[in-house]
């Protein structure tokens, strides 16, 4: 007891020594923070490489599939049908990989360190902004499989290198729209498989009644009006078109007030929840 109550001023001196041994650190800004927490997401994939499946095995098994099981039935050769199916399974692809944020952001709901983020003296919206741009590697990669896949297996894009890279970044900038929507539903799921079950849910009549696979105009007229009104084929159409070197200026335009939209709703949704969750 004697030498607890000894010890116990020292620690604290020693302590106190420590804290105030130098002038207090500036308070971290906003873009700081927010991209301490870009890196900490991609921290994640360093040492959890697992991760990366959904990024490299689904495009590749995706691509392989689709295209040697519909190739010769739609498009009469695979080959033709690679050419019209490669850029909607880009878009397919990344889109569903969006999805993982609202379950990494659950997840860490359920550990607890989404109330230590919580109590951090920092711009509030950074840890989900932050989250967002990490992902936003994992979308890069899975376009660099699919592309490359594309290419070995034949694929051969008019619009050349630049017509690719502006099909990418149009992508990029749609799914980072898209990943509002998950980085609300991760806050007010109780689970990360109740996330994956309603993404799933969402994603699944979006990606599939959309121009991936076919062309809208084999479909009944009213499937077609569903079609043209999905998010998702206009990111199809304006990627699809950049690929090949068509003009899709008015595709493109509509993508980005897709994402705008997206953005404007979701994005207050998710601070709201994000402030009242307790």
């Given amino acids: 007891m004697t030498t607890t109550t000894t010890d116990t001023p020292i620690v604290a001196e020693k302590l106190d020594a420590v804290l105030a041994s130098g002038p207090r650190p500036p308070r971290a800004n906003a873009v700081t923070t927010t991209l301490a927490f870009g890196w900490r997401a991609i921290l994640r994939i360093k040492h959890v490489p697992e991760q990366l499946f959904d990024v490299t095995l689904f495009p590749i098994i995706s691509v392989l599939m689709f295209t040697y099981l519909f190739g010769g039935a739609i498009a009469g050769s695979t080959s033709a049908y690679l050419q019209f199916l ?21 997840t860490d709901i359920e550990k607890g360190v989404f109330d230590r983020i919580r109590t951090l003296p920092i711009w509030r919206p950074s840890a989900l902004v932050g989250a967002l741009l990490g992902d936003a590697v994992r979308y890069t990669l899975a376009s660099l ?25 149009v ?46 105009k084999t479909m009944p ?10 998010p998702i084929s206009h990111a199809v159409y304006a990627v699809r078109g950049l690929m090949s070197g068509d003009s899709v200026g008015d595709e493109v335009v509509w993508t980005f007030i897709a994402a705008a939209v997206m953005i404007a709703i979701f994005a207050p949704l998710t601070m709201r929840a994000y402030g009242r969750r307790r």
Avoid: H, K
Wanted: with cysteine; glycine share 10%.
């Fill in 171 to 216: 992508l990029m900038v749609f799914c980072f729209a898209f990943s509002w929507l998950w980085t609300w539903v991760g806050l007010l799921a109780r689970s990360p498989q109740s996330v994956m079950g309603i993404s799933m849910m969402v994603l699944f009549p979006l990606a599939f009644l959309s121009p991936v696979f076919v062309d809208p």
């Fill in 86 to 106: 490669l850029p909607g399974i880009l878009v397919q692809t990344v889109v569903m990989i969006t999805m993982y944020t609202g379950v990494a952001l659950n």
């Fill in 145 to 169: 499989f699919v592309v490359t896949l594309g290419l070995i297996l034949g694929y051969r894009p008019d619009g050349g290198v630049i017509g690719v890279l502006l099909g990418v970044v």
């Fill in 221 to 230: 007229e009213w499937l077609q009006a569903f079609v043209e009104v999905n």
